[in-house]
């Protein structure tokens, strides 16, 4: 699981690479793009959740999913606080 998720955060950073899509310029603009993240990660943490059978891997993943969804709980916090909308 660990190692998918990396393969699509590299994906995702050669995409935006080769499509010439800047980098986030400011801890405002961070923080978007961190929940856009996020919440991309925990749609693809759900889906591999609701695929998997084996239990060890049913309690990875849903620490897995516990944990992004805790993260993108903190950064709506941070964007509430900042009065950021997205």
């Known amino acids: 699981m ?6 699509a955060d ?3 950073k050669l995409y935006k690479k080769v ?4 980098a986030p ?3 405002n603009q961070m923080i978007i793009s961190d929940l856009k ?3 991309d990660r925990i749609t693809r943490s759900e889906a591999i ?4 059978t084996d239990s ?5 993943a849903t620490y897995d999913l516990l944990a992004e969804k ?3 709980a903190y950064l709506i916090k941070e964007a509430k606080k900042r009065n950021l909308h997205f």
């Open 56 to 60: 060890d891997l049913i309690d990875y």
């Open 25 to 27: 310029k400011d801890e």
């Open 70 to 72: 805790a993260r993108y």
């Open 19 to 22: 499509m010439g899509i800047p």
């Open 37 to 39: 993240h996020i919440h």
């Open 49 to 52: 959740f609701n695929e998997l």
């Open 10 to 12: 590299n994906a995702e």
């Open 2 to 7: 660990i190692q998918f998720n990396q393969l």
